[in-house]
């Protein structure tokens, strides 16, 4: 599985779109990108997953570059209950289906 | 849809020790998945069970096993427990083998060994 690479913190203010970027360059062409979040004494929450096409879910959005090598997850209007830790992930899934967790971003929503 | 849910929520126990975790998946989820949470850390696979079978491992020793029942909820163990077995545990299940259809997360067992 790819690794990725993602900023270690970010600010964004209430009502907002919060842009949460991810680099994965070395993603091969049959591996997703996946984000998960956790909120503080939470396991981690499914958000929204893709191969090469911009996806929208009532969550969010993933938008992938064209090359597959960065991606960016679009809160629209960001809330306090959205603080929390956001990991991206690149993954082939496969049988054993395997989740590679980095230490993700940790998003700060101020009011 | 009741979720997954861990118990207990919280263990302490002490080093040398065995202890299980137990996780109910999520209903129509047949496949589960147990993760090692470290405080700071993002979790890391531990190992997951397909129709009671274990099909995937991470880098854990063998004093980690698992069940999963016909009923599909699960069981980790821990044998021999060690000071920097300390950590969130947490069970996720999905309702098939692929990832398309993203896991759901229990909120975890938080273990201290001392």
């Known amino acids: 599985d790819a690794k990725t690479t993602q900023p270690p913190s970010m600010d964004c203010a209430e009502g907002r779109a919060a842009n949460l970027p991810c680099n994965h360059s070395?993603?091969?062409?049959?591996?997703?990108v996946y984000w998960y979040r956790q909120i503080h004494s939470q396991g981690p929450q499914y958000i929204i997953h893709g191969l090469k096409n911009n996806e929208t879910n009532e969550m969010a959005s993933l938008i992938i570059t064209e090359d597959r090598k960065s991606s960016t997850l679009i809160l629209p209007h960001a809330t306090l209950r959205d603080t929390a830790v956001y990991y991206c992930i690149a993954s082939s899934g496969g049988a054993t289906n395997k989740l590679i967790f980095g230490t993700g971003t940790l998003l700060a929503v101020q009011p | 849809e009741t979720g997954v849910t861990q118990s207990p929520t919280h263990l302490i126990k002490t080093r040398g020790q065995q202890v299980t975790l137990r996780c109910s998946s999520q209903?129509?989820?047949?496949?589960v998945s147990w993760y090692q949470q470290a405080l700071g850390q993002g979790p890391q696979f531990i190992f997951q069970y397909y129709r009671e079978e274990e099909n995937g491992r991470g880098n854990f020793p063998p004093r980690f096993s698992g069940l999963q029942f016909p009923n599909y909820s699960s069981e980790l163990n821990v044998n021999a427990l060690e000071l920097d077995d300390s950590a969130l545990y947490l069970c996720a299940s999905t309702p098939g083998q692929g990832l398309d259809y993203g896991y759901t997360f229990g909120s975890g067992t938080r273990l201290t060994v001392v």
């Open positions: 209903s129509g989820h047949n496949t």
């Open positions: 070395t993603i091969s062409g049959n591996e997703y």
